[in-house]
């Protein structure tokens, strides 16, 4: 298609202009651009293809268009609760961008149960140091709603709670939940957003495409250290 392009149109008239076509300029890249795969294609199922060839950095999805896209073509790497006080928040989280091998400080001990500690005011300079720091090792995660913690509730003596129970609670005091953990002689910290400007302009450098109108029962997780 290209070539008859090229052969039948360059040096033609398309208004007042006279075309020139070529193929352009090849740049080294890294990046491979994939087309044609139907609505079923998942995240697994292009790792597993690809990954053969060796290791992947990142695979973005420019036809997701909502969270619930998300979640499908990102698979599930973590499934617990998030605390707060006295309060379990059933979820799982889904890797959308960044280090998948820091993974491993969430399942070490195999931590089922993390609690939210502390507050992050949503100001410019602290969402700016976050952002700083996702210039070194990160994890970008969504997390979203799931079931089945009751074992977990009931042994931590919690009382389980909706997602977007917590959601309320970090969107009134304008926050986003903190939660210390630890991994050998080094200290990290897994910021827990609410939906808000800044969580959209993480997500969109992951999904172009995303719907300001998408669900907003959800939280963005991003593990950074501390």
Not at 1 to 10: E, G, N, T
Not at 68 to 91: E, R
Request: hydrophobic share 40%; net charge positive; glycine share 8%.
């Amino acid at each position: 298609m290209a070539y008859k392009a090229k052969k039948s149109l360059s040096g033609q008239y398309l208004g007042n202009f006279q075309c020139k076509i070529g193929y352009g300029k090849l740049s080294p890249t890294n990046c491979v651009w994939v087309g044609g795969l139907s609505s079923g294609t998942s995240y697994k199922d292009l790792e597993r293809e690809f990954d053969r060839f060796g290791a992947i950095k990142e695979i973005r999805w420019k036809h997701v268009r909502s969270i619930a896209d998300l979640a499908k073509c990102f698979p599930s790497q973590w499934s617990g609760l998030l605390c707060l006080k006295n309060s379990g928040f059933p979820c799982r989280m889904h890797l959308l961008n960044g280090d998948p091998s820091l993974l491993d400080i969430l399942q070490e001990g195999d931590k089922k149960v993390l609690r939210i500690t502390q507050r992050l005011r949503l100001d410019k300079a602290r969402l700016d140091e976050v952002e700083k720091r996702m210039r070194g090792p990160y994890c970008l995660m969504l997390a979203t709603p799931s079931s089945g913690a009751e074992e977990l509730i009931e042994s931590g003596g919690l009382q389980s709670r909706p997602v977007k129970n917590l959601l309320t609670y970090l969107n009134q005091k304008e926050a986003a939940g903190v939660i210390l953990l630890e991994r050998g002689s080094n200290s990290w910290v897994l910021h827990v957003f609410p939906p808000c400007d800044f969580v959209s302009g993480i997500l969109t450098r992951v999904a172009p495409k995303l719907s300001a109108d998408s669900a907003k029962e959800f939280l963005v997780a991003i593990l950074v250290k501390n």
